[in-house]
């Protein structure tokens, strides 16, 4: 309640700023209530669009599974500002999961240079099993890749 009151006060003065918008929508996903922050997303892309905004928004997308959309706004997210390693990041992993393996390491590969001296050991571990498996997508493509993961899951 406090950040929508936060919100409205700002919109009322004239000041139209995306950090509001983007805050309030976290809230609310946290809160499972994406429908409302998509809503508060729609409306700070129209007023105020920056960069981390139009990332909290791809990244909504992925997970409504918009993915067409969520790419839109993810490369426009770090178009709009270069220095943001999110959008980088979750572009990668969409574009895995896409199938568009070349384009995933290119992301990725960005994101562990704007988070350079930044990621933890697991952060580096993480990232570093992202990239094999996408190298691994790109020799066997991904429906391959997904059957032995699912098979893999399924004997567990």
Same mark, same amino acid.
């Given at each position: 309640?406090?950040?929508?009151? !936060? ?10 700023? !995306? ?12 809160? $499972?209530?994406? !429908?409302?922050?998509?809503? @508060? ?8 669009? =920056? ?10 997308? @992925? ?22 390693? =999110? ?15 070349? $384009?995933?390491?290119?992301?990725? $590969?960005?994101?562990?240079?704007? $988070? ?17 498996? =996408? ?10 890749? =997904? ?10």
């Amino acid at each position: 309640k406090l950040y929508r009151e !936060s919100l409205q006060q700002c919109i009322l003065a004239g000041k139209t700023f !995306s950090p509001p918008y983007t805050r309030l929508a976290k809230v609310l996903m946290r809160m $499972k209530m994406e !429908s409302e922050a998509k809503k @508060v997303l729609q409306e700070g892309v129209r007023r105020a669009p =920056d960069g981390n905004l139009l990332t909290t928004y791809g990244e909504l997308l @992925v997970h409504e599974r918009e993915y067409n959309n969520a790419e839109v706004f993810l490369t426009r997210a770090s178009q709009m500002d270069p220095s943001l390693p =999110d959008p980088h990041y979750i572009l990668g992993r969409l574009l895995t999961q896409l199938g568009q393996t070349a $384009k995933a390491q290119q992301e990725l $590969k960005t994101y562990r240079e704007l $988070k350079a001296g930044q990621l933890s050991a697991w952060e580096e571990r993480h990232l570093f099993q992202a990239l094999q498996f =996408d190298k691994y997508l790109a020799m066997t493509g991904p429906a391959k890749a =997904d059957t032995r993961s699912s098979v893999k899951n399924s004997s567990q």
